[in-house]
Antibody, heavy 117, light 107 residues
Framework: EVQLVESGGGLVQPGGSLRLSCVVSGFTPSTNWMHWVRQVPGKGLVWVSRISSDGSVTTYADSVKGRFTISRDNAKSTLYLQMDNLRAEDTAVYYC??????????WGQGTVVTVSS | DIQMTQSPSSLSASVGDRVTITCRASQSISTYLHWYQQKPGKAPKLLIYDTSTLQGWVPSRFSGSASGTDFTLTISSLQPEDFATYYCQQGYFTPWTFGQGTKLEIK
């Protein structure tokens, strides 16, 4: 069974940093691109970032470009999202997901990030 | 960015009803349109991919279709477990974008 488990969320002050992790089990993630998607509670889904299977290609939403960094360690089956210079508008549930071609086929349960003073 | 306009934003229906949710892309996205189902407090689940292909767990009362840049999710006979929020997503252009969601509620 494929499982993705996020961690690292929490409460942080504006301007602060957090590092999210997503551990994958049940399949070999090194063959898949992986993504982060966020959702403000009660609102819709917003794609944040993606990384290629070997980590050589990364893409970001304009809203996080220059502040967030996606990375992965395939030996540890782990995806990361380093979030710096956090803003109140980054408050959301963050999901990691795997992708096959153009779709998101497996999702984690999400980790909550709250940016507030 | 590709805009995905989903309608309606909410829908009240009864068990056994036929319902249709529409997603319009701001430009051509070929068949790279996918639908997700999300229940409260849970992660989204892939429901239909490539416009009309059902994921393995999805019952046949669900279907997807397209006409140009208009995409449709149809549930032929609503069941209690279908009440959820549904999102469309285009995967043709980066950034991938989602519709605003349709919350399907029990009447």
């Amino acid at each position: 069974e494929v499982q993705l488990v996020e961690s690292g969320g929490g409460l942080v002050q504006p301007g602060g940093s957090l590092r999210l992790s997503c551990v994958v089990s049940g399949f070999t993630p090194s063959t898949n691109w992986m993504h982060w998607v966020r959702q403000v509670p009660g609102k819709g889904l917003v794609w944040v970032s993606r990384i290629s299977s070997d980590g050589s290609v990364t893409t970001y939403a304009d809203s996080v470009k220059g502040r967030f960094t996606i990375s992965r360690d395939n030996a540890k089956s782990t995806l990361y999202l380093q979030m710096d210079n956090l803003r109140a508008e980054d408050t959301a549930v963050y999901y990691c997901a795997t992708s096959s071609r153009s779709l998101l086929d497996f999702w984690g349960q999400g980790t909550v990030v709250t940016v507030s003073s | 960015d590709i805009q995905m306009t989903q309608s309606p934003s909410s829908l009240s229906a009864s068990v056994g009803d036929r319902v249709t949710i529409t997603c319009r892309a701001s430009q051509s996205i070929s068949t790279y349109l996918h639908w997700y189902q999300q229940k409260p407090g849970k992660a989204p689940k892939l429901l239909i991919y490539d416009t009309s292909t059902l994921q393995g767990w999805v019952p046949s009362r669900f279907s997807g279709s397209a006409s140009g840049t208009d995409f449709t999710l149809t549930i032929s006979s609503l069941q209690p477990e279908d009440f959820a929020t549904y999102y469309c997503q285009q995967g043709y252009f980066t950034p991938w974008t989602f519709g605003q969601g349709t919350k399907l509620e029990i009447k």
